[in-house]
């Protein structure tokens, strides 16, 4: 059993620096509403190198930026040698071998369209057109998955609100002196799509046939992850404003949208809130998929436990709400940050309103949050680990060094990226390279592959797994989407495994 090491060890992040690429989001007197969305980001090995990879997407300056990582934290600009060349409103990314050559594709998605590129070797080629995903709608996230397990990552699209309005809406903060961004209840839903990967580098749109079209709303990111254990993979899409959608897999590409009986459509207040970056994954260490993701001020960051019965709403029960307080969240990431067994929840905040602390006593910008687990059930704040106020939105966690630690990067509307090295005292890891949806169980903790985390954000890289003071694992298991299984016996730690 890991031992429990939450008040011995005390964590430690060093400022490393930014990416020199400013986030452009093109704020204007107009107060429209894509300037405060921009921010996604990605981390993966797009030259096989072995060292992970940074993506930050271009937002109103319309040029994606690739950074090829050196090692030591040291980055280089290799957008134009790369081959991108993205003239889109970009918001969101998603990181997927969909043609199983064995490199990582990258999708951008925006306020006017998509563009998908293959990976060829340290270059990619826009196939967008060729592949058939075209889209014209607002997308501000999406993810790869396998929707009718048959090997081949499908894609899910993530659309905001009707783009641009039929008409334009002029909104005012209280008291009617300052414009402010308008809420999303003056603009329409939208249904999400789905593509089907047909497997000769062709995607055909499913949307209507599968049932994701049925549903109305204004999604803000999307995860997934098998919440009834039936192999199927399952879709968690929070709205913004609006009841949540979870979309049950019902197997050969159908989906049913059970939110409501699954008890993740409202919290326990029964008010839609304004959901943002979310996590789908085991936060507790049970065995079973968990939800939860960020909000804004004064609807704390709803997380929803799996009962195998269906979700509980444990926001308070687990002291979130109160450790929360009135912060507002964009990017969240559910990972161990100091290896010890227990996953720590990592928000990146800031309010909407780039005004709002001129008509409330809220705060536009803020800083970094890490709730720490104590491996009980409960969270605490772990304090100011990483100062600075600022308007975040993306953000990505992944061992950038390959030192076994996890380290953060995360977007900032009108500055540039932010790196966050983990300088943590060291304990024991292992990580497991798998493919996407893929779960690997190693003693209580299970981790299901997903590229799709956060906010408008993607992360391709090894699972990873905190072990304290273990040195030896005694069993690691894993099923592969195929269903296959493979279990691995007296694994040494501090190693990536590639089963």
């Known amino acids: 059993m890991i031992a429990a090491l939450f008040l011995l060890a005390a964590l430690s992040f060093r400022d490393a620096g930014t990416l020199p690429t400013r986030l452009n989001h093109a704020p204007s007197p107009q107060k429209l509403l894509p300037e405060t969305m921009a921010g996604g980001l990605a981390a993966f090995d797009y030259d096989g190198d072995g060292l992970l990879d940074i993506l930050v997407t271009g937002a109103a300056d319309r040029q994606d930026r690739l950074f090829r990582n050196k090692g030591n934290f040291q980055f280089e600009d290799v957008t134009a040698a790369s081959g991108l060349t ?23 998605v925006g306020v006017s369209g998509l563009a998908l590129y293959r990976n060829d070797g340290k270059k990619f080629s826009d196939v967008t057109l060729s592949a058939g995903v075209a889209d014209a709608g607002w997308s501000v996230a999406a993810g790869w ?26 909104c005012l903060a209280p008291g009617g002196e300052r414009q402010v961004y308008c809420h999303p209840k003056y603009f329409g839903p939208t249904a999400n799509r789905l593509f089907r990967n047909r497997g000769n580098g062709t995607f055909v749109d499913i949307s209507q046939s599968s049932g994701i079209a049925l549903r109305l709303g204004k999604g803000m990111s999307v995860s997934f992850g098998d919440f009834d254990a039936d192999g199927r993979t399952d879709i968690f899409v929070p709205n913004d404003a609006l009841p949540n959608f979870l979309f049950h897999n019902l197997g050969q590409g159908q ?9 993740v459509a409202l919290p326990d207040s029964g008010r839609a809130v304004s959901g943002m970056g979310s996590a789908f994954t085991d936060v507790n260490n049970d065995g079973r998929p968990d939800i939860i993701f960020t909000a804004l001020a004064g609807e704390s960051f709803p997380y929803f436990q ?112 932010r790196l966050w090295r983990n300088e943590g005292p060291a304990q024991n890891w292992l990580g497991v390279d798998v493919p996407v949806g893929a779960m690997v169980r190693i003693g209580n903790q299970t981790c299901v ?39 691995l016996q007296d694994v040494p730690v501090n190693q990536v495994l590639k089963p």
Not at 86 to 107: E, M, W
Not at 145 to 170: C, I, R
């Open 306 to 417: 799996n009962s195998g019965r269906g979700f509980e709403d444990r926001t308070s029960r687990s002291r979130l709400a109160a450790a929360i307080g009135r912060r507002s969240g964009w990017g969240i990431a559910v990972a161990d940050f100091d290896n010890d067994g227990a996953k720590d929840i990592l928000t990146a905040n800031s309010h909407v309103m780039d005004n709002i602390d001129q008509h409330s006593g809220d705060r536009y910008r803020l800083p970094l949050s890490l709730f720490r687990s104590r491996n009980d059930g409960t969270f605490e704040d772990a304090g100011p680990l990483f100062p600075g106020d600022a308007a975040h939105r993306g953000l990505i966690v992944a061992d950038l060094d390959n030192d076994g630690r996890l380290d953060v990067v995360v977007s900032r509307l009108g500055e540039e990226p």
């Open 86 to 108: 993205t003239k889109l409103h970009s918001i969101g990314a998603a990181v997927g071998d969909y043609n199983g050559d064995g490199r990582p594709d990258l999708l951008i």
């Open 145 to 170: 998955f396998d929707a009718d397990n048959d090997g081949l990552l499908d894609l899910f699209l993530v659309h905001y609100v009707v783009w641009p309005p039929t008409q334009a809406k002029v």
């Open 255 to 263: 989906f049913d949208e059970v939110a409501l009986t699954a008890g």
């Open 449 to 487: 592959q997903t590229t799709a985390v956060g906010y408008a954000s993607s992360v391709l890289a090894p699972l990873h797994f905190g072990l304290g003071s273990q040195v030896k694992i005694p069993k690691v298991q894993i099923v592969y989407p195929d269903r296959k299984t493979r279990t």
